[in-house]
Structure formats: structure tokens, C-alpha cells
């Protein structure tokens, strides 16, 4: 999908869908768009032959997490605080017991390595198979695999307290 | 089978991904294109998409003492290595600015008129496949980029200034030889070189002092010393160019002035045409705003706006810093760049109505 159209045309139709992806990706709504922007630039001085490939779109969204992850490496090297739920405004809460653990979930996906996210948010955003997954972050699928098995241990276990908490409260 | 935690998370990031401001992809585009065509000229003119070709260079050694522009005998032009774009030959020129005086006259009116360039590369753009003009604060640079010519210039009043950021040196990460003394029609200058870039070309990074106080650097891309040196000579110091665009700015925001200026022209395009993209940055002690304008060849800027904007219709970016106008065929946006504070959305589109276009707007004698 998207070989051959033009940089403009896949940046308009996809320039919405890259920023809900990094906002998943940075938790930060003005970082997203500076990501996706600084992507959509190499991308466009690139697009000759990222045009011309099978799934631009896939290779593009390789971008964007690659990006993201060595930022996060940068980040993480200088000691920045990363794991600070940035611009990306809360939903207001209902009264309804999902939507509390869907906001505890966020959090928890906050505190996984850059890496570890990007997997589940392919996964369970994006809806794509393991091999679709290890093309985009150029690993086998024994890798994604592992990745997802590790992110989504650690969600059980840091959201267990979590949830002994609010039941207790209950 | 899915899992609880499986549910949840998918919900989870749906909703999280929906959350925030609403998103305007234009505007995207059109700071990414904008962004993008700067990587790319500069990319362009540092790294040649050629087919590598055996072809030797010859070591810059000793005193370079290339051939005067109006010798009897011409330097031969470059074996061009296979693979060459084609030569497109339809690049217009920036007008000149007449009665003023070029950089050969007047070394010191060198990056004190963002509007003007105090020298012309027009007679090595004869084939070429874009140019790009910048000149601003303290320095004017002018690249063109085709088969036959890979070269940036780059005149300034302080040897400091080299290499700028979009130096091929820089982008290339080229290895430099140590400058060694030479000579650019008849005056004293240094010549440094890489090795060969892969395709046959070198890098070659000339500086001189054309006149008076001032320092010229070409940086360009050959095959031979020679041929380096034999480009180098077709810069003209004696004619000024405008720095024009197919728009122009009615109305600046109070104490406003424009501080720099940059147009690409690019030819032969699928369908087209000449003007490529153009920055204008305006702005005071304190405050930036850079209005852009590029060729909107796909309609992607054509939809609804809700802003008025003089005669024409603007929307806001929800970034707060971006505002973009459709005046067909040219894309605008104006972006206010750090400062505080920054121009009102009233300043801003106060400038962007007072915009209006060029009668031809793919020949730039008409700008």
C-alpha cells in the first residue's frame, strides 16, 4: 500500500496515523509531531526510493521507531527522566472499572524500555503479526517473541499491585 | 485466545492514541517537505548518484596555477562517469539587480542586504538541474547542482564562517588534505582535497580572497584539480543577483525586517515547474517568523481554512506555531521560531495577507 504515490500524497494520507503511532511510541504529543516531522523530512529527501518499495509505509514507521528508540538511548544516557507521562492529556475518568485499569495500563506501558514498547504498541495498536513486526524493527521474530513475553511480564507484575490496591479499595 | 491483559491493552493504546490535539496533516507535510527539501538539496550537492567510473584524480600538490576563464586553450570538461542525470538546461535565473554593485566593487556590501547576492554562479548553471540562494547576516551563499557541476560558494567577511552547516564537508564527512597554497585567477588562495568520493569525483575546497576583506570558499565536486579550478573561475563577482521569489511580503509586523532569504529552483519536473521552495525569515531583536512557500505540484494544500488572512484563508496548526495558506500553485506556511514572545496569530496573519504573487510564476525575470 502506498508504492508509487507521491511524498505529498502519502504524508496527508498517513501524517495523522504516524503522529497517533509515536504519540504511543514517546508519550509526548509535541514530540510525536517533532519525531514524525523529522522523519517525514528524511523520508521526503529519501522518497525516490522509499516510494518505490513494496510498503513504504512499513519502512517509514522503521523510521519512526528507530528514531524514537535512539532518542530514548540519548535520553537515557544524559539521566533525562523518560518515564514522566508527558503531553498526552489524561481521558477523563468514568466510573467504570475499565477505564481505570486501561489508565493504570498506559502507565505501566510508560515504564517499559523503548524497545519493549514499540513491540507492544505494534502489536496490540498497530494489530500486526510477529513477522510483520520483526521486518519493521529488522530482528527475527524470535526476538519480537521475546521482547513481547518480557513487556508483558513485566505489565502482569507491575500491575498486580495495582490491582490488589484497587480491589482493596473496593 | 486473548487474554484480559490482551483486551485491555488494545483499548488501552487506542484510547491513547485518539487523546491529544487534533491533527493537521498540511501542515506536517509542509514543514516535513520544507525540512526534507533542505536535506536533500544538500545531499544532492555532497553526494553524487553517479556509477562509480575509473577515473584517477590527480594529487593537489604545489602550487595550483589553474587556467584564466579566457584562455585560448580550455580545460577539457570532466570525463563524466556513467550513469549522469540527464541535463535538463530549462533552470531560470534570478534576476539581477540593477545598478548595484558586486562583490569585485563592493567587498563590504557582502551579507548586509538579505535580498541581494553580491555575485552570480548563473554561467555554471547553464545545464544544471537546481539552484539554491541564500543570503543572510553576514554571508551569502549560492550551490547548483547537475551533471557537469557540483558546487557550493560561499563568500563572507570572516574565514571562520567556513565550512557552513550545509558544507559537502560536513555531509560527506570527507576527509580534507592539509591546504596547500595556490592560486584563483591570479590571486592567492588554498586548495584542499579528499580522496575520491566513490564515483570517480573529489571533493575540492578552494579559498581565496576575491577582493578586498573578503573570504570566498567553493566548495566543489570533481574529477580533476583542474577542472576544480576551472569551475571555480566562472563565478562572477562582478554581477549582483536578487533574491527573489514568485511572492512577495506586503506587510511586516512593527520594527520587522527581513533577515534572510533563500529560494530553490529546480527544472525539468514532472509537471512542474521552475520554482521549487522559498524561505523567508522575518523578525526583530527578539522575535523570528520564517513564511515558506513551496510549489504545491500535488493540491495537497487544498482544503478548507478558517482564518482569514487578508484576501485569502489560513488555518493553525494545532502546534500553535504553524499557520498555512493555500494561493495557488504555492503552499505557504508561516512558522514563528523561538522567542519570546512570539508573534500573535493577528502579526502573523496580518504578513500572510499581505502576500501577493508574481505575475509569471514560473519565470524569474518576472520576480
Redesign the interface.
Known sequence: MYKDV????Y??????AL???A??LTAD??RA?DL???V????????RRIGALDQPDLYVRRMLVNANTSWWRRAVNREVAVAEVG?????ARDSAA?SA???E??RL?LQLPARQRAV??LR??EDYDDATIAELLHCTQGTVRTQAKRA?EK??QL?RPAVDAAKGER | MPTDLDRLLTESLHERARAGSPIDPAAIMQVAAANGRRIRTRRRLATVVLAAAAVAGILVTGTLTPRRSDSNTPTPPDPRPTGSPEVTGNLGRLPDAVGQQGAGQRPDLVGTDPGVLHFSMDDLATDAASARSISKSGYEVSSVYGPDVRMLVTLTHTKKTFPLPDSMIKDLGAEMSEPVAGTVDGLPGTVSSSQDLGDGYRLFSVTWRPAGDLWANAEVQAVTADRALELVQKIRFDRVKRCATPFTIGQLPPGAALLSCEVDLQANRDGGGIFMFASLLIGDAKRRLEITGMDDLVNAGDYPRHLKAGPYRAEADPDGKTWTMLVKPVLFAAITRASKPPYTQKQVLDVLGSITMATGYNDPSTW
Not at chain 1, 6 to 9: I, S
Open positions: 507521491t511524498f505529498e500524497e504524508a496527508l494520507a498517513r501524517g495523522a503522529i497517533r503511532f504519540r504511543l504529543e509535541h509531531e514524525v516531522q523529522d517525514l523530512a528524511k523520508a521526503y529527501a529519501s522518497w503531553g498526552i492529556a489524561t481521558a475499565d485499569d486501561r489508565d495500563l498506559w506501558v507492544i504498541v496490540y495498536y508483558l505489565l502482569q500491575r
